[in-house]
């Protein structure tokens, strides 16, 4: 089967570091996603990684390990705005499979 | 570009009641696919395509049907509405190969309640 987990909630204060991890066990592996999505709102694309190692991207990071199975999303100098859902997901091939998704974990950025 | 587009944002059906949610895209992207979110359960694919003329089920097609006539447009009906099928339909899509480019592209989403 395929199977994504993620913390369900997490909190940090403004200025803050947060580290949301996502573990995953699926048949085949070409991709993992980080997705934010704020309330009310659709999806939208945070970063990509397919080899193992650290993307850095502006305020947010995202590491793959394949052989752990784990990545994680890293979120730096947090900012209200900040507050909202992080989706993690695999795709398992290239072509002719959609992303399959985590539960989501929900931040809240306090001040 | 208008990127991805849904209709409508919002739809309240009685139970038996059928209609179409409307999903089109301008990217030219091969793949389009239809996610159902609900509280708790986050996004669970019902159908998907891989170009005009190729739909294949996901994790929960029953009750929904698909189709894809042109690369622009993928509708999803749904045959007789349930109680259960109260939720926030998102559409998405992207290219299959194309060096470079893998984000999946959102709609706005339609928010369905079913009474």
């Known amino acids: 089967g395929q199977n994504i987990d993620q913390p369900t909630e997490m909190t940090a204060t403004e200025g803050a570091i947060v580290q949301i991890n996502c573990t995953y066990q699926t048949s085949g592996f070409n991709g993992l996603f980080w997705y934010q999505q704020h309330a009310g709102e659709a999806p939208t694309f945070l970063s990509y990684?397919?080899?193992?190692g650290l993307e850095e991207k502006g305020r947010f990071s995202s590491f793959l390990s394949r052989s752990k199975g784990y990545s994680y999303l890293l979120l730096k100098e947090l900012q209200m705005k900040d507050s909202a859902s992080y989706l993690c997901?695999?795709?398992?091939?290239?072509?002719?499979?959609?992303?399959?998704f985590g539960k989501g974990t929900t931040l809240s950025v306090s001040s | 570009n208008a990127g991805v587009t849904q209709t409508p944002k919002f739809q309240v059906l009685k139970t038996g009641q059928s209609m179409t949610l409307q999903c089109a895209q301008d990217?030219?992207?091969?793949?389009m696919s239809w996610y159902r979110q609900d509280p708790g359960m986050g996004l669970r694919l019902i159908h998907y395509s891989v170009g005009a003329g190729i739909t294949d089920q996901g994790e929960v097609p029953n009750g929904y049907n698909v189709s894809r006539s042109t690369t622009e447009d993928f509708p999803l009906r749904l045959l007789s509405a349930a109680p259960s099928q109260t939720s926030v339909y998102f559409c998405a899509s992207r290219y299959i190969v194309r060096t470079g480019s893998y984000e999946q592209y959102f709609g706005p989403g339609t928010r369905l309640t079913v009474t």
């Open positions: 990684n397919v080899l193992d």
């Open positions: 990217m030219n992207h091969e793949y």
């Open positions: 997901a695999v795709r398992r091939n290239q072509a002719g499979t959609a992303l399959i």
